[in-house]
């Protein structure tokens, strides 16, 4: 089949754990053509991938989200109907649009965005929501934040997206709206695979971000919601990686019988044959990470140091490539100002390699979905330490019916001392080391394995392909 991959920064551009998914999910499934369509947040990043892509991916389709700024050309004045107008009003309030109506105003009929964001009814709708939600805040300031909210969804609405059987979006926001125009005006179905909540994502950093002005967050957060309550209603089967994922999504709307669970899976028999490392007097702790905001390697980077104080003969090893170069900065002044030993921060390797260098890892995430890297850990037979996000804790201890015992420590993030305490008990014992690594080598072993997960994937389109009616061989039946 022909397979429409809708991606949102990540896949192809950088390296990381959806990224490395993704890569080696392509990859095995050679009996299907995929299509990228990826966005990006800056066109001057337009063909710099970090991957050579495989072979079976046929087309990449890129969009990227500043062009929008640069939108210019003839913005006609355009007569709205009844049925339009209803539809607009709902978006602009970030209510329940009616999304086809939008597809076929912006996509079909090539409305210009600026010709609805200069018209007389976008003005009148946007002042009435001035005067009843903010009456104290500047039009300006308003104004501006509605547009830069609302241009790049109507720039997408009038993109390109290449044509194919089924629309499979790895994400809900910017990348599950091009999944659900794709289906829309190719009346082909659609899925959604979440490896981590977008919404609750986005919604944790715009609480904390700088640049959106308090009085503007729930209304930021709104729109994020909106974006995913139409992929939740629209795909035909949505995945996540645990069941309180799937919870979560059905919590927000997601229909409970098109959601199901297919967790990661790794190819373990890279990891497995890894041996222990010696004891050569040190205890060596990995982290597999980015360098990002979201990984907060600043608590790590203390927590360390506190450990330091109270262990001998500890190190750290940072692994990982920079995704935010101000963040990286920030973290290599923190370690010079601590005056940190014994920390090394050593940008992107081998990981399977360098696990022979490791006793166990640690993962300090502020947010995950169910990270590869603590799997990869296990698969070596190595335990963890990590933060109590995602699926972390049932990686760690088990889920229902698994009896394999416990495989690691967890805290809640970002706390510090909690943090410096999980990786001194780990710290103190080989035997409980070697122990827990083995407990979390044949949990991967029994249910997270790369085969697994493909063949639940490939059931899923089987399935799709059934139910709709799809030539598995090609674009016409």
């Given at each position: 089949?022909?397979?429409?991959?809708?991606?949102?920064?990540?896949?192809?551009?950088?390296?990381?754990?959806?990224?490395?998914?993704?890569?080696?999910?392509?990859?095995?499934?050679?009996?299907?053509?995929?299509?990228?369509?990826?966005?990006?947040?800056?066109?001057?990043?337009?063909?710099?991938?970090?991957?050579?892509?495989?072979?079976?991916?046929?087309?990449?389709?890129?969009?990227?989200?500043?062009?929008?700024?640069?939108?210019?050309?003839?913005?006609?004045?355009?007569?709205?109907?009844e049925e339009e107008l209803r539809s607009l009003r709902e978006l602009v309030n970030l209510g329940s649009p009616d999304?086809?109506?939008?597809?076929?105003?912006?996509?079909?009929?090539?409305?210009?965005?600026?010709?609805?964001?200069?018209?007389?009814?976008?003005?009148?709708?946007?002042?009435?929501?001035?005067?009843?939600?903010?009456?104290?805040?500047?039009?300006?300031?308003?104004?501006?934040?509605?547009?830069?909210?609302?241009?790049?969804?109507?720039?997408?609405?009038?993109?390109?997206?290449?044509?194919?059987?089924?629309?499979?979006?790895?994400?809900?926001?910017?990348?599950?709206?091009?999944?659900?125009?794709?289906?829309?005006?190719?009346?082909?179905?659609?899925?959604?695979?979440?490896?981590?909540?977008?919404?609750?994502?986005?919604?944790?950093?715009?609480?904390?971000?700088?640049?959106?002005?308090?009085?503007?967050?729930?209304?930021?957060?709104?729109?994020?919601?909106?974006?995913?309550?139409?992929?939740?209603?629209?795909?035909?089967?949505?995945?996540?990686?645990?069941?309180?994922?799937?919870?979560?999504?059905?919590?927000?709307?997601?229909?409970?019988?098109?959601?199901?669970?297919?967790?990661?899976?790794?190819?373990?028999?890279?990891f497995c044959d890894i041996p222990l490392k010696p004891d050569d007097g040190w205890v060596d702790i990995g982290a597999?990470?980015?360098?990002?905001?979201?990984?907060?390697?600043?608590?790590?980077?203390?927590?360390?140091?506190?450990?330091?104080?109270?262990?001998?003969?500890?190190?750290?090893?940072?692994?990982?490539?920079?995704?935010?170069?101000?963040?990286?900065?920030?973290?290599?002044?923190?370690?010079?100002?601590?005056?940190?030993?014994?920390?090394?921060?050593?940008?992107?390797?081998?990981?399977?390699?360098?696990?022979?260098?490791?006793?166990?890892?640690?993962?300090?995430?502020?947010?995950?979905?169910?990270?590869?890297?603590?799997?990869?850990?296990?698969?070596?037979?190595?335990?963890?330490?990590?933060?109590?996000?995602?699926?972390?804790?049932?990686?760690?201890?088990?889920?229902?019916?698994?009896?394999?015992?416990?495989?690691?420590?967890?805290?809640?993030?970002?706390?510090?001392?909690?943090?410096?305490?999980?990786?001194?008990?780990?710290?103190?014992?080989?035997?409980?080391?070697?122990?827990?690594?083995?407990?979390?080598?044949?949990?991967?072993?029994?249910?997270?394995?790369?085969?697994?997960?493909?063949?639940?994937?490939?059931?899923?389109?089987?399935?799709?392909?059934?139910?709709?009616?799809?030539?598995?061989?090609?674009?016409?039946?």
């Amino acid at each position: 089949m022909r397979i429409c991959l809708v991606l949102e920064g990540c896949y192809p551009y950088v390296h990381g754990g959806v990224s490395t998914w993704m890569h080696s999910y392509i990859e095995a499934m050679k009996e299907h053509e995929f299509v990228l369509c990826v966005i990006g947040a800056k066109a001057e990043d337009r063909g710099k991938f970090v991957y050579d892509l495989p072979s079976n991916v046929v087309e990449v389709h890129e969009v990227f989200l500043d062009d929008a700024l640069r939108l210019s050309g003839e913005r006609a004045q355009v007569s709205f109907t009844e049925e339009e107008l209803r539809s607009l009003r709902e978006l602009v309030n970030l209510g329940s649009p009616d999304w086809d109506v939008l597809f076929n105003l912006f996509h079909t009929k090539g409305v210009h965005p600026l010709s609805f964001l200069q018209s007389r009814e976008f003005i009148d709708l946007f002042t009435q929501i001035c005067m009843e939600e903010y009456p104290y805040v500047a039009y300006a300031d308003a104004f501006h934040t509605a547009r830069s909210m609302l241009l790049p969804v109507l720039y997408l609405m009038g993109s390109e997206v290449p044509e194919a059987q089924i629309y499979h979006a790895i994400s809900t926001g910017y990348g599950g709206l091009l999944a659900c125009l794709g289906g829309s005006i190719n009346h082909a179905p659609v899925l959604l695979t979440e490896h981590g909540i977008y919404t609750r994502e986005r919604e944790e950093e715009i609480i904390s971000a700088e640049w959106v002005l308090p009085a503007f967050r729930p209304r930021w957060i709104r729109f994020f919601y909106m974006l995913s309550e139409q992929i939740y209603q629209r795909a035909w089967r949505i995945t996540s990686l645990f069941g309180r994922a799937r919870l979560i999504q059905i919590g927000m709307g997601a229909p409970a019988d098109a959601c199901q669970v297919i967790p990661n899976g790794i190819q373990y028999e890279r990891f497995c044959d890894i041996p222990l490392k010696p004891d050569d007097g040190w205890v060596d702790i990995g982290a597999v990470v980015r360098m990002a905001p979201i990984k907060d390697v600043k608590t790590l980077i203390h927590a360390f140091h506190e450990l330091s104080s109270r262990v001998d003969n500890v190190r750290l090893h940072i692994l990982g490539g920079v995704d935010d170069q101000e963040y990286a900065d920030e973290c290599y002044e923190l370690v010079e100002q601590l005056g940190v030993r014994n920390l090394e921060f050593t940008g992107r390797v081998n990981v399977v390699e360098y696990m022979r260098k490791l006793d166990f890892t640690v993962l300090t995430s502020i947010s995950e979905g169910q990270p590869l890297s603590v799997l990869e850990s296990f698969a070596a037979a190595r335990p963890c330490v990590t933060t109590d996000v995602g699926c972390c804790r049932e990686l760690l201890e088990g889920e229902d019916g698994d009896d394999f015992g416990t495989a690691g420590f967890y805290v809640p993030p970002m706390y510090r001392e909690g943090l410096s305490g999980a990786m001194e008990r780990m710290c103190s014992s080989r035997v409980l080391r070697e122990t827990m690594g083995q407990i979390g080598r044949d949990r991967v072993n029994a249910y997270y394995r790369h085969e697994r997960m493909l063949d639940d994937y490939r059931r899923l389109y089987s399935d799709t392909a059934n139910q709709f009616g799809l030539n598995q061989f090609g674009l016409e039946r």
